[in-house]
């Protein structure tokens, strides 16, 4: 079974501190996804990656920074934690070329962050 | 408007109702996903299809592609079913194999 896991799943921090969330997946998918879910706003892409040291933003970039230096490993920075990024964030991974999982996308448990 | 719209926005059953949950897209597609999150769960995925009708235990998933309207069928619903159902498409013209979502529709089953 595939597996993609997150550091955490309930984060607390301050305005203004920098903060790392990570994700780690086990099948050597070359995408990886980070979202944010808000409620009445649904999943909202932030940034993604097709392959070690590439990204591309999505529809919300905006106070956000990615870094993939190993192919199972996605991180998402928020440089300067602000209230407004309080929110529940999911990271998920898929694969390329052919097979029955082509495509499909496989979430973590997501991190409950709060920004106070 | 949003390029994946869901109907309803919710839903409340009775254990036992068949239940419908409708996607509509306005851009073209290779392929169309139901997902599911329970409550403080991750999201799993469902269905991927393309065309046609795939069926899973109760679930049941349809497309028409002419339509870019999608439906996913619950037979004989149960508490356990509760959950947020997501449609997400993949489009023609955004790279990789992003994803675009609907805003998801809160199912409540009622014993």
């Known amino acids: 079974d595939v597996k993609v896991t997150q550091s955490s799943r309930y984060l607390v921090k301050r305005t203004g501190e920098k903060v790392f969330l990570e994700c780690v997946q086990d099948?050597?998918?070359?995408?990886m996804f980070w979202y944010r879910q808000d409620p009445g706003l649904g999943l909202r892409l932030i940034y993604f990656?097709?392959?070690?040291?590439?990204?591309e933003k999505g529809d919300i970039p905006e106070g956000y920074s990615v870094s993939r230096e190993k192919k199972e490993r996605f991180s998402l920075i928020l440089e300067s934690a602000s209230t407004n990024q309080t929110s529940m964030y999911l990271c998920?991974?898929?694969?390329?070329?052919?097979?029955?999982?082509?495509?499909?996308?496989?979430f973590g448990p997501g991190t409950r962050l709060t920004v106070l | 408007k949003n390029e994946v719209e869901q109907s309803p926005q919710n839903l409340t059953a009775q254990e036992g109702e068949f239940i419908t949950i409708n996607c509509s897209y306005s851009v073209g597609i290779s392929a169309l996903h139901w997902l599911q999150q329970h409550p403080g769960g991750g999201i799993v995925s469902l269905f991927m299809?393309?065309?046609g009708k795939k069926k899973h235990g109760r679930l049941i998933a349809t497309i028409n592609i002419q339509e870019k309207h999608s439906s996913l069928h619950i037979t004989a619903s149960h508490p356990r079913d509760s959950a947020v159902y997501i449609c997400?498409?993949?489009?023609?013209?955004?790279?990789?194999?992003?994803?675009?979502f609907g805003e998801g529709t809160q199912l409540t089953v009622n014993p």
């Open positions: 998920a991974s898929s694969g390329e070329g052919g097979g029955s999982n082509y495509n499909e996308q496989f």
């Open positions: 099948m050597d998918h070359e995408n």
């Open positions: 299809l393309s065309s």
């Open positions: 997400a498409v993949r489009s023609w013209r955004t790279s990789g194999s992003r994803l675009t």
């Open positions: 990656s097709y392959d070690v040291k590439m990204k």
